[in-house]
Nanobody, 129 residues
């Protein structure tokens, strides 16, 4: 069974750091671009960061550029999101997701949630001020 499981969320003070992890099982992980999304109550799920299957390209939402870093380890079938300089507006449930298409363009990270077909259950990140 294909599955993604996020971990690493929690409560942190503004300016602090967290590292989210996404573990995959039953997934041909190295074939797929992966992404991080976040969602707050009443809002649409929004793109945060993504990394291509080839590990050659990354993309970030403007609001997190310079503060968040995405990475992956294809041998461990893991993806990570290092978050620094956290702000109250980063508070959300964070999800990892798999692109629908295997071996997609290795230079492009797709950013629409509709382009991802496998999702984790989410991990809560709360930033206090």
């Amino acid at each position: 069974q294909e599955q993604l499981v996020e971990s690493g969320g929690g409560l942190v003070q503004a300016g602090g750091s967290l590292r989210l992890s996404c573990a995959s099982s039953g997934v041909a992980f190295s074939r797929y671009t992966m992404g991080w999304f976040r969602q707050t109550p009443g809002e649409e799920r929004a793109f945060v960061a993504g990394i291509t299957w080839s590990n050659t390209s990354t993309d970030y939402a403007e609001s997190v550029k310079g503060r968040f870093t995405i990475s992956r380890d294809n041998t461990k079938k893991m993806m990570y999101l290092q978050m620094k300089g956290l702000k109250a507006e980063d508070t959300a449930v964070y999800y990892c997701a798999r692109d629908r298409i295997a071996f997609s363009n290795p230079s492009v990270v797709r950013t629409s949630p509709s382009q991802y077909d496998l999702w984790g259950q989410g991990t809560q990140v709360t930033v206090s001020t």
